[in-house]
């Protein structure tokens, strides 16, 4: 019989990523970013709990996806486990990746032809959604590529998103993308990015899938549909991130944590998935900006309560508002998230807090950037700094100082009372932690 | 035909580099730094637009070289993509180096003989210029070492600065430097860094080329004039930083940016040249105090207006203050500087200034010293921090933080608006930028 405590009290971790929080001054506000403007007393009352910093997803000035943000700021190496996004896509939305098969995120996008180019307008086409997104994803759903060598298959994920997988013999996940990432930009031709046949092969099978859809949607009766009444046309598919199947080490044996995950979007399910959390569901969460935030702080504490020690909580409206360029709607999100952190303003001493962003998605640009993220760590006892507000300017000042996403896990650990010595464990490169009693092997005596 | 413009504004990049900058407190002025004793309301203003930090160029307490520095600094390995010193004098000279040439950066100095030493008075022989430098150069200009085997080419180029090719058969830069870099030591010998047979020849060569100089120059007319006068002599050569050719990648195959510089001294050419940096003149620039720093700027502006990306600005005289151990000197330096930024104050919002040292010189010390050196991103729209003046106390608060000089180029590259995703490049170790689009291939439609 083992016993079921230490004298050591070693936290429970909820650990909140608010996508694309950190931002830069708004012409619409006078200067001042959207988590100065808003009016947030439950973010400044955890703050003032404990300590406020800054982290750089990646590094100083590199902008990160989502994807590799979280990996890193989860304690994962992108350079060996990372296996492109499209692989975390497909797995978050339940599809089966295969072994050779070469998958990636999709964008039904909208472009103009200029001569021989195609220039794209909107990479969202305008975020279609619901029938108009089924409409178009059905009629790409399937296609012959290479005279039948390759078979491409898309699914519709949400709003404008979607996932293509290829099949077939020799693919490899070694090509551009065909999304410019700009908009202005034309649509470009995918590049093998090493000089080996299977990479050669799969561009073109990319190439063919998207010189179709583009055949086949340009014409597309929802598309006329959508622009006779002023809407943007879904005539193009923008596929990034190609990827492969990778598996990589849970997240329990990287940090000895029962851990769990609420998500909506397949990315960050995927991610969590990848990791052998356990993904918990809550109702009216939707990715958007409508999704119900206290749902997730409440199931979150649940599963804290009921054996798990780390809950991953991910809340997309705020990238999503930064995304539309739309400052003020993302202050109204701030402030809703705002109200439904109550629940966990009265922490008990046994839990810990991590909320911050996975990136910084400046309104102004509309896209992610490489600018330092707000940063925090709240509970009862640990040490505070003199912050008292959160936002980018005073976490410029905050005892967490300014550190890299690879770091928290470590700050997370040390703090929830769980980090071991360094050098007390095999590889010492990795970040040592406190086992679980159920992982140690008792020295039996006869 | 290829769209011009994205909706994405990319700024134009000013990267303004006042050599030795950083300094420690003088008690000249009660303590203060240069910067905090000089009035210096451009550099102020600047800063209140932007942000302020500090970089350490190679790492916390590494006293770096100027070329080290900057070469780091502009996103260069120093590992890998260091040629050594004496190559880039070499190529800012305009000298042509050739594969097997050893080469190195030489100044005239004055020694005293000591028994069997030479004991080094002053690095630069008073600052030696004019003719007198040209007949110490001549005496010494070609010279027959190891029996014919090996040939030495000296030429002056600023002041005491000269720069030495030896040119021969299995010679590598694999020596020590003869400087030995602090005045009341020895003039050194050489020594081989590697068991190397060539690196052997290359010292002994070297060796005799120093003691020949010694033997030629002290007593040669121009030096005995100048004793007589009061002046100290330039009898000996001291090279370092031996160098052989090496090819890096340019500017534009780094970042993708158009580049153009403007710097006076042979070094700071050289790293330009190399890079494949188009170099500009500016009337009345000279490397030194009296130097045109409204021109530099005034040139810098309409390189930019005209089509390039990127403009490097170096101005050494802030450096060469700081050596002469004269702080009074640096802050009239300083204050002269900050007039000439007056075009500068209001630039357009597709402008982005970056304004840091290389180094820290300081006054104190009359040499390079490992401290951090104050840095400021300043322009319309970007994250600002309420330091408000800029100083070496100023900014450890600001909103920069604490940077490493290789985490420069991303920062501005993030601030400029041309930082691309990690992950959609094809080595993603490397730090993705926005492709011009003459760099992309669009997707073609038959």
New interface residues.
């Given amino acids: 019989m083992l016993p079921n405590k230490t004298t050591l009290m070693q936290r429970k971790i909820m650990f909140i990523i608010l996508d694309g929080l950190g931002d830069?001054?708004c012409?619409e506000f006078n200067?001042l970013?959207p988590l100065q403007k808003a009016d947030l007393p439950s973010f400044d009352l955890l703050a003032a709990k404990g300590m406020i910093g800054?982290h750089y997803p990646?590094?100083?000035?590199?902008?990160?996806?989502s994807?590799?943000a979280q990996l890193s700021m989860l304690g994962y190496d992108?350079?060996t486990e990372?296996p492109?996004?499209g692989y975390f896509e497909a797995l978050g939305w339940g599809l089966k990746v295969e072994n050779g098969d070469v998958v990636f995120r999709a964008n039904f996008g909208t472009v103009e032809?200029?001569?021989?180019?195609?220039?794209v307008k909107d990479r969202r086409a305008g975020r279609i959604s619901g029938k108009d997104a089924e409409s178009v994803a059905s009629a790409v759903a399937e296609m012959d590529l290479l005279n039948g060598e390759v078979k491409a298959f898309l699914r519709h994920t949400l709003e404008h998103r979607g996932i293509l997988i290829l099949k077939g013999l020799d693919l490899k996940p070694e090509v551009?993308?065909?999304d410019?990432?700009?908009?202005?930009?034309?649509?470009?031709?995918p590049?093998p990015?090493t000089p080996s046949p299977s990479a050669k092969k799969t561009a073109l099978a990319l190439?063919e899938f998207?010189?179709k859809s583009?055949k086949i949607l340009k014409d597309l009766e929802v598309n006329i549909e959508r622009e006779r009444s002023g809407l943007l046309p879904a005539n193009i598919v923008l596929p990034?991130?190609a990827a492969s199947k990778l598996l990589i080490p849970s997240f329990k044996e990287k940090w000895g944590l029962e851990s769990a995950a609420i998500a909506v979007g397949p990315l960050y399910r995927g991610i969590a998935k990848s990791m052998g959390m356990r993904l918990l569901e809550v109702e009216g969460a939707t990715g958007m900006p409508n999704s119900n935030f206290r749902g997730k702080i409440e199931v979150g504490l649940s599963a804290l309560d009921s054996g798990f020690d780390f809950v991953f909580v991910h809340i997309k409206a705020t990238d999503v508002a930064s995304h539309m360029k739309d400052p003020k709607l993302k202050v109204e999100i701030l402030e809703r998230i705002d109200g439904a952190l109550e629940p966990i303003l009265d922490l008990p001493e046994d839990y810990l807090l991590l909320l911050t962003g996975d990136h910084s998605t400046p309104c102004?640009?509309g896209?992610?950037?490489?600018?330092?993220v707000p940063l925090m760590i709240s509970g009862k006892d640990i040490p505070r700094d003199d912050a008292g507000r959160f936002d980018?300017?005073r976490c410029?000042?905050g005892g967490l100082?300014?550190v890299l996403g690879r770091d928290i896990m470590r700050l997370v650990l040390n703090y929830s009372n769980r980090a071991l010595e360094y050098g007390l464990k095999p590889k010492p490169e990795e970040i040592p932690y406190i086992p679980r009693l159920s992982q140690l092997v008792p020295l039996s005596i006869s």
């Fill in positions: 830069r001054p012409k200067g970013t800054r990646l590094g100083p000035g590199i902008p990160p996806g994807d590799t992108i350079r990372y492109g996004r032809r200029e001569g021989k180019n195609l220039i551009t993308d065909v410019p990432h700009e908009v202005g930009y034309p649509v470009l031709e590049q990015l190439k998207v010189l583009y990034r991130g102004s640009l896209k992610h950037s490489g600018d330092p980018e300017l410029i000042k100082g300014t």
